[in-house]
């Protein structure tokens, strides 16, 4: 058991795929923190996440000056790195579970703070179970983010609202490219974006446009089974009624039986299937049934990145749970997740609550089949009163020369006090 003190170190780390605002969450934990040093010691962050436990590769951020810690609110990716590690059962790999205790005894670490999706609620999930199952006091709280926003008992997810922003805007610029030349030249844009199971990111790019002449004129979401001939009837009429057509396609549409339009038949350290190429799988159904000009891009990783036109909104729900967090902490809390919580009434307003890991973790929310056109082709009134709250607000970084400026951390890992290492 580690040394009785109130003032016991806490660990935090970053998981999975990045968000453009996932480092004000970090913002919102280290500050917060920092304010209630008679509570919390240091504050210690995992050199790639999870792994940096393991490896007890531990970043000291109190090496940090506030004005560092203050300049992750306007940074992208992920400032102390990120990782794809699903921890699996205690009973399935009791080892990992033994490493992460030694390494948290050894650093009187009493609060886990994971900033990450649903297996990153997951692996939150069982750290908290370590108390009771391996005799070590430790509160762990999960940080929400996922640009997916899947993750249940949230309204939404910090990270989705600047990425839905990024794919709200690239459709209306690139709608109005292909509008302009469509007369002698492209007919048909596709724009391929993330979403494995859940289509909220495609249902972003409907508020590009609001008639249904505008823009985009076909979204193709994971929830809608992708049947080739409707889509085919579908773009050639638009063609032929406006001019061209925009798609805005979901990396997880797929067909009825289940099928991904675009898997690569390959695994992701999380058990899931790699998916890309949606694009030109559509594109070539495009060329070879109707044989109109056409161009795709695929927004990968810009569209999570894109720190340069996040949405303000975002950036402050991303704080919010990160100060939320270690405030569930210090009031005893364990298990939780700061869940953003949307109140009543036509102004929109939210405020923190809390929920329990065990009804968050492993679990999907997708598109509600009532934010989705009856022709499963766009996004309804309900859909759009949803979305276009959480896109509200530049929160532009500062510039110079030209470029965004991003803080340069130190990074400083503390000395290691165990003399064995560990392989991930």
């Known amino acids: 058991m580690p040394q009785k003190n109130p003032r016991r170190n806490a660990f935090y780390a970053q998981s999975g795929g990045v968000t453009p605002v996932i480092n004000a969450s970090a913002c919102g934990v280290i500050e917060t923190a920092r304010a209630n040093r008679g509570a919390i010691g240091k504050v210690l962050a995992g050199r790639n996440g999870i792994i940096g436990a393991l490896r007890e590769e531990l970043i000291n951020t109190g090496r940090e000056t506030p004005a560092a810690i203050r300049g992750l609110m306007h940074t992208p990716a992920g400032a102390f790195g990120s990782c794809r590690h699903k921890m699996k059962s205690l009973e399935e790999n009791r080892a990992e579970y033994e490493r992460l205790i030694e390494v948290f005894h050894a650093h009187d670490i009493g609060y886990f703070f994971y900033n990450g999706g649903g297996d990153s609620a997951d692996t939150c999930l069982k750290v908290s179970q370590l108390g009771e199952a391996l005799g070590y006091p430790i509160q762990a709280i999960h940080v929400p983010k996922t640009i997916d926003n899947d993750l249940p008992l949230t309204d939404n997810s910090p990270g989705f609202g600047s990425v839905a922003k990024y794919v709200a805007v690239s459709t209306r610029e690139a709608a109005m490219d292909v509008a302009s030349m469509c007369e002698t030249s492209t007919k048909v844009f596709i724009l391929e974006v993330m979403g494995r199971h859940a289509g909220w990111i495609a249902a972003a790019g409907g508020l590009a446009g609001e008639g249904p002449a505008e823009a985009p004129h076909v979204i193709l979401f994971p929830e809608i089974a992708f049947d080739r001939e409707r889509f085919l009837r579908k773009v050639d009429a638009t063609v032929k009624k406006v001019g061209y057509c925009v798609i805005v396609a ?3 549409a797929q067909y009825a039986d289940g099928t991904f339009l675009a898997d690569a038949g390959t695994r992701d350290a999380f058990g899931h299937a790699q998916l890309g190429g949606v694009a030109p799988t559509l594109a070539h159904m495009v060329r070879s049934e109707l044989g109109y000009k056409h161009h795709w891009a695929v927004a990968d990783y810009l569209q999570r990145s894109a720190r340069h036109i996040a949405s303000q909104t975002d950036l402050d729900q991303a704080y919010a749970v990160g100060r939320a967090a270690v405030e569930f902490a210090l009031a005893g809390h364990n ?7 949307r109140g009543k009434g036509k102004r929109y307003r939210w405020s923190i609550g809390e929920a329990p890991l065990a009804k968050v973790a492993n679990r999907e929310k997708k598109m509600p089949r009532r934010y989705i056109s009856r022709d499963g ?10 979305l276009t709250p959480l896109i509200q607000g530049e929160a532009y970084p500062p510039y110079a020369d030209g470029l965004p400026r991003y803080p340069a951390l130190k990074l400083e890992l503390v000395p290691p006090r165990l003399k064995q290492r560990f392989d991930v």
């Open 377 to 386: 082709f766009g996004i309804t009134a309900a859909a759009r009163e949803y």
């Open 250 to 252: 979901s990396e997880g």
């Open 335 to 341: 298990a939780v997740m700061p869940a953003i919580v």
